[in-house]
């Protein structure tokens, strides 16, 4: 799909919720779009730019672009999983607090195959 495509879906969105008896949300509206190929994600990037690229941690690390030109009241990000526009140089490190005696512990070393 093209932006023009994607613009064109989140109007058909628009008049859905249009449609829709009125509702408060909490929010702002959310436009967020992923990527899993890097030369797309670039591609949407370079249309976009400027903006600010920023990494994030946790369970799914991403690479995400907020562009500057994006409507003020209205929340713009695209991203792209860690992986896909990076390279892992190093295997994450692990820091743990223990979570048995050391006695128990030991029990549980002793069971393993």
């Known amino acids: ?16 919720l249009d ?4 509702f408060k949300t909490d929010s702002e509206p959310i ?16 249309a976009l730019k400027p903006g600010t690229k920023k990494y994030t941690e946790g369970s799914y690390p ?6 500057d030109s994006a409507p003020k009241n209205a929340y713009v990000k695209i991203a792209a ?3 896909v526009a990076c390279r892992k ?11 048995l005696s050391p006695s128990e512990d030991a029990e549980i070393e002793s069971v393993r195959p």
């Open 62 to 67: 991403e690479v995400e672009f907020i562009p």
């Open 89 to 99: 140089v190093q295997e994450a490190k692990w820091e743990c607090e223990p979570l």
């Open 19 to 22: 449609g829709r008896p009125e």
């Open 81 to 83: 999983p860690r992986h």
């Open 31 to 46: 436009f967020y779009m992923r990527y899993f190929d890097k030369k797309e994600f670039l591609a949407a990037v370079v």
């Open 1 to 16: 799909m093209n932006s023009r495509e994607y613009a064109n879906k989140l109007r058909e969105l628009a008049d859905w």
